[in-house]
């Protein structure tokens, strides 16, 4: 909740549209002992509470189509975790509740196969870029696959904490290198992506799930101004690349 009351301040305060995230189950742990969440129905009750006290639209992942038709029941946004983005049943079930479906790109698809996923949906979704594998334990950024992900006709997001990940590096968990997040949060919107993505947290040191690659959230109240600040300087562009 305290996370929430400075998303909706910044909100207001910028005018700038931000979802509210959060998961009550991470199904993809990388060890069977790793914090999985609060379960659903406590978690459901939590976004609702989110949802109804700051009015800021709210976003969960989903592993399962029975998942997808209960939470459909609370969230704006139903997510697709990137290692799910071929389910067939998932992607059907997560379409027909009629909510936006944010599907991560997984990070072992070519960027032209997720048209398929979006297909499969029904079309009313959001594309997340968050790194594609490069061998063991890494994941790299590929912005020259953002024109065949844009071909595709949905809005872009770039997931610019989750794309600094260490997939499976620091001994039956995940870490990364949060440093990075905001260079390629800028490189992104210098590619035209309609939206970012960030993990926050008030001390990242301390959180049960993807500490390293988080943002801490006074670090995110000061990056907010500045990224919507280059945002606005790239749409002034012209076709010629004068501002």
Same mark, same amino acid.
């Given at each position: 909740? !305290?996370? +929430?009351?400075?998303?909706?301040?910044?909100?207001?305060?910028? =005018?700038?549209?931000?979802?509210?995230?959060?998961?009550?189950?991470?199904?993809?742990? /990388?060890?069977?002992?790793?914090?999985?969440?609060?379960?659903?129905?406590?978690?459901? !009750?939590? %976004?609702?509470?989110?949802?109804?006290?700051?009015?800021?639209?709210?976003?969960?992942?989903?592993?399962?189509?029975?998942?997808?038709?209960?939470? $459909?029941?609370?969230?704006?946004?139903?997510?697709?975790?990137?290692? #799910?983005? &071929?389910?067939?049943?998932?992607?059907?079930?997560?379409?027909?509740?009629?909510?936006?479906?944010?599907?991560?790109?997984?990070? @072992?698809?070519?960027?032209?196969?997720?048209?398929?996923?979006?297909?499969? +949906?029904?079309? =009313?979704?959001?594309?997340?870029? &968050?790194?594609?594998?490069?061998?063991?334990?890494?994941?790299?950024?590929?912005? $020259?696959?953002?024109?065949?992900?844009?071909?595709?006709?949905?809005? %872009?997001?770039?997931?610019? /904490?989750?794309?600094?990940?260490?997939?499976?590096?620091?001994?039956?968990?995940?870490?990364?290198?949060?440093?990075? +997040?905001?260079?390629?949060?800028?490189?992104?919107?210098?590619?035209?992506?309609?939206? %970012? @993505?960030?993990?926050?947290?008030?001390?990242?040191?301390?959180?049960?799930?993807?500490?390293?690659?988080?943002?801490? #959230?006074?670090?995110?109240?000061?990056?907010?101004? &500045?990224?919507?600040?280059?945002?606005?300087?790239?749409? &002034?562009?012209?076709?010629?690349?004068?501002?």
């Amino acid at each position: 909740m !305290a996370v +929430a009351a400075k998303l909706m301040e910044l909100a207001v305060l910028h =005018k700038v549209e931000i979802v509210f995230k959060a998961s009550y189950d991470k199904a993809n742990r /990388t060890s069977g002992s790793s914090f999985r969440g609060i379960g659903r129905a406590q978690g459901l !009750a939590v %976004l609702r509470k989110v949802k109804e006290q700051t009015g800021l639209p709210v976003l969960t992942d989903v592993h399962s189509p029975e998942e997808a038709r209960e939470a $459909a029941d609370v969230a704006d946004v139903l997510q697709i975790p990137a290692f #799910l983005s &071929r389910q067939t049943d998932l992607l059907a079930a997560a379409g027909l509740t009629g909510k936006i479906v944010n599907i991560k790109k997984g990070q @072992f698809m070519a960027p032209q196969d997720m048209r398929y996923a979006v297909e499969k +949906a029904g079309g =009313k979704c959001w594309l997340t870029e &968050r790194g594609t594998f490069f061998g063991y334990n890494r994941l790299v950024v590929d912005f $020259a696959a953002m024109p065949v992900l844009r071909a595709i006709g949905v809005p %872009l997001v770039f997931d610019a /904490t989750h794309s600094v990940q260490t997939p499976g590096g620091e001994q039956g968990k995940s870490g990364g290198d949060r440093a990075l +997040a905001v260079p390629l949060a800028r490189a992104a919107l210098g590619m035209g992506f309609d939206g %970012l @993505f960030f993990e926050v947290h008030p001390d990242p040191d301390k959180a049960l799930c993807d500490g390293p690659n988080s943002l801490a #959230l006074k670090e995110f109240e000061q990056q907010v101004p &500045r990224l919507i600040e280059l945002a606005a300087s790239i749409r &002034r562009w012209d076709g010629s690349g004068k501002r």
